[in-house]
């Protein structure tokens, strides 16, 4: 028969599993996004000024002008959309480059600054242009204050998605952005083998990393703390910003958010359970001690 003891060391051990299962599943839970803008403010207002999302690492921290005019860079009803279960929220930003004058975007710092030397990076987002596609350029840059350091979308004087570092590599997918064809771009920036690679309309449904690109550069490290959106003599349409450490952080799906649990309520559920049988032979023996 276990003694008084026994039972108190199994108890111990019990509790010193439950604490390394909630550093473990902690620890995971902290490798996840790192930004998220779903555009989810009042429809009909320019972006400029606003910026209060808690997806966000600057929360309230607002969007700025980089090009133009502050009322060409617009929230909008959402209809960007590639039917592969991608999880949105919110409206999404109407950029319209076509206005008169040419360039319009704008600015959103990130916090933080991060560099690609021995890091990798996951961004995607919703796009779609809606005119004059392949006059000028229509996407996402990452910055170092007012210096630009990559872009991805549709790049300057070509119908085509792709991406570039400023002043070095770039490349070209097969996917056209003609039409006002909405394209679900998911970029990795592979600071280890230096490596940034573009998928267009990955599959969400395999959960997985897709096993070929749909095209691919070699960068030279860089260092980034803000987001530019930006349209030349272009309308570009942007939803969904993404910026993680892994794929699964910026292709979330509706699907997978409905069916699986929280991993650390899981755990602590199942850990719970086993550890009862413990917990009640040492009420009966403390419970029968003589006084």
């Given amino acids: 028969m276990k003694s008084l003891s026994d039972s108190v060391r199994a108890i111990r051990h019990a509790g010193a599993v439950l604490g390394v299962a909630l550093l473990v599943t902690g620890n995971s839970a902290k490798a996840t996004l790192l930004a ?32 133009g005019n502050s009322a060409n860079a617009s929230i909008e009803a959402p209809d960007t959309s590639v039917g592969n ?58 910055f170092t204050n007012t210096a630009e350091d990559f872009f991805f979308g549709q790049r300057n004087r070509t119908p085509f998605w792709g991406i570039e570092q400023h002043a070095g590599s770039t490349a070209n997918s097969i996917v056209s952005a003609a039409n006002s064809t909405s394209a679900f771009l998911v970029v990795q ?65 509706a699907s997978a958010a409905m069916q699986a649990p929280e991993p650390p309520s899981a755990l602590c559920s199942a850990l719970l359970l086993l550890g009862l049988p413990v917990f009640r032979e040492l009420r009966v023996r403390l419970s029968s001690r003589p006084s």
């Fill in 36 to 67: 998220y803008e779903g555009f989810d403010y009042t429809a009909g207002q320019s972006v400029v000024g606003q910026g209060t999302n808690a997806g966000w690492p600057t929360a309230g921290d607002p969007y700025t002008i980089s090009a």
């Fill in 85 to 142: 279960g991608l999880l949105t929220s919110g409206n999404q930003l109407d950029i319209n480059g076509s206005a008169p004058g040419g360039n319009e975007g704008v600015y959103r710092d990130l916090g933080a600054t991060y560099s690609t030397a021995g890091n990798i990076y996951w961004f995607s987002a919703l796009m779609q242009v809606d005119s004059n596609v392949g006059a000028s350029y229509a996407g996402v840059s990452l």
């Fill in 189 to 253: 920036l592979n600071g280890i083998t230096h490596t940034a690679s573009l998928y267009v309309n990955p599959n969400l449904s395999t959960g997985g990393i897709p096993a070929t690109a749909s095209t691919s550069l070699t960068f030279t490290d860089f260092a980034f703390n803000r987001l530019r959106i930006e349209a030349g003599v272009e309308t570009l349409d942007v939803d969904e910003i993404r910026f993680g450490t892994t794929y699964g952080d910026v292709t979330p799906t």
